[in-house]
Each structure stands twice: as C-alpha cells, then as structure tokens.
C-alpha cells in the first residue's frame, strides 16, 4: 500500500506560479514512477507529466515549457512546478504513484487560475 499526500494548490492570477508538493508513504521501494495528473470540471482526466524511478521525466504537451517536474532526495516526494499558469490550467490535480502496474492516487488539490 502507498498513500499519496499532495499539497500547495491555491488560487492564482493568469501568470504566476505556483508548486505542487506529493509525498508518497507507505511501501515507497516498490515504486516504479510517480506523476501528475489533472481534471478541470466537465473534463477528463489529463497527464500533466512523470518522473521514473531513474529519473527520466517527461510531461505533456498542454505544459511542456511551463511546468517542471522534480523529486526530493528521498524520492518519496515529487514537485510539480507551475509557472505562466493560464485560466485554462484551473483543475483539480492529482499525484500518481505506480507499483508493479497498480497505479495509487492521491486526493487532490485545487488550482485556481483567474484571468
């Protein structure tokens, strides 16, 4: 079992920035990638973007440029770093961890971008 924890969401003008925190706990050393998803109302969930265990990330078109993804030294916690946010980012975001093809989830946290 793993438990994901996501912080630093908020409310934030069109071009600021905001990072988002997950922190994974439980059974870390099975993990084998963690990410980032989002969901806007009325839409489908969408991949921001991930990090494998040997640190190859990547990220999706919506954010390439603009979001960072990076992991602590512990590699139990991963940020996502928002900059130039747009009202179109406004979404609930989600922290994802994979072990062995089971795929854990966080709860959420909510970005507000107002233009």
């Known amino acids: 079992q793993v438990q994901l924890v996501e912080s630093g969401g908020g409310l934030v003008q069109a071009g600021g920035s905001l990072r988002l925190s997950c922190t994974a706990s439980g059974s870390i050393s099975g993990i084998d990638a963690m990410g980032w998803y989002r969901q806007a109302p009325g839409k489908q969930r969408e991949w921001v973007g991930g990090?494998?265990?040997?640190?190859?990330?990547t990220y999706g078109q919506s954010v390439k440029g603009r979001f960072t993804i990076s992991r602590g030294n512990a590699k139990n916690t991963v940020y996502l770093q928002m900059n130039s946010l747009k009202p179109e980012d406004t979404a609930v975001y989600y922290c994802n961890a994979d072990v062995i093809g089971y795929r854990y989830w966080g709860q959420g946290t909510q970005v507000t971008v107002s233009s």
């Open positions: 990090i494998s265990s040997g640190g190859s990330i």
